[in-house]
């Protein structure tokens, strides 16, 4: 449970004349886990035009959270991001067990459809689901 969330608004922007947009903030908690705080932090923007939006959210958390003996999590960092129709799902957890680090990371990739120049003017379709890494 969250408990005592901070945020701000740290910047927004828009140009009426050319449909440009962009709005930034924050957010900083604590959140009570098995009796353990765990620091929380989580970032949002969303820029773009009208027919065009970017817009990344960044989850990130810091232990040390024990989980069970012999393993607790040190560091916790998500991002969701959506860039001109494309979305990227990533993250990595500094997991610690048995006294070793251990850092899994994962990252899934879906593309929009839309048709994609190549170089001698044909488009081409993007595929629809693409997956980045996955690493231990």
Same mark, same amino acid.
Do not use: C
């Given at each position: 449970?969250?408990?005592?969330?901070?945020? *701000?608004?740290?910047?927004?922007?828009?140009? *009426?004349?050319?449909?440009?947009?962009?709005? #930034?903030?924050?957010?900083?908690?604590?959140?009570?886990?098995?009796?353990?705080?765990?620091?929380? #932090?989580?970032?949002?923007?969303?820029?773009?035009?009208?027919?065009?939006?970017?817009?990344?959210?960044?989850? *990130?958390?810091?232990?040390?959270? =024990?989980?069970? $003996?012999?393993?607790?999590? *040190? $560091?916790?960092?998500?991002?969701?991001?959506?860039?001109?129709? @494309? %979305?990227?799902? =990533?993250? @990595?957890?500094? =997991?610690?067990?048995? @006294?070793?680090?251990?850092?899994?990371?994962?990252?899934?990739? #879906?593309?929009? @459809?839309?048709? #994609?120049?190549?170089? $001698?003017?044909?488009? %081409?379709?993007?595929?629809?689901?693409?997956?980045?890494?996955?690493?231990?």
């Amino acid at each position: 449970m969250p408990a005592h969330p901070t945020g *701000q608004l740290i910047e927004h922007n828009y140009i *009426q004349h050319t449909g440009t947009f962009s709005l #930034q903030a924050e957010v900083a908690s604590e959140w009570a886990v098995a009796n353990q705080t765990l620091a929380v #932090q989580v970032g949002w923007s969303v820029e773009g035009l009208v027919t065009m939006i970017n817009a990344p959210l960044t989850i *990130q958390g810091g232990g040390p959270l =024990a989980i069970a $003996d012999e393993l607790s999590l *040190q $560091d916790i960092n998500f991002a969701l991001m959506l860039e001109a129709g @494309d %979305w990227l799902l =990533a993250g @990595d957890v500094v =997991a610690i067990p048995f @006294d070793e680090t251990l850092t899994p990371t994962a990252s899934y990739m #879906q593309m929009s @459809d839309r048709p #994609q120049p190549l170089n $001698d003017g044909r488009l %081409w379709g993007a595929p629809s689901f693409k997956l980045e890494s996955l690493a231990l």
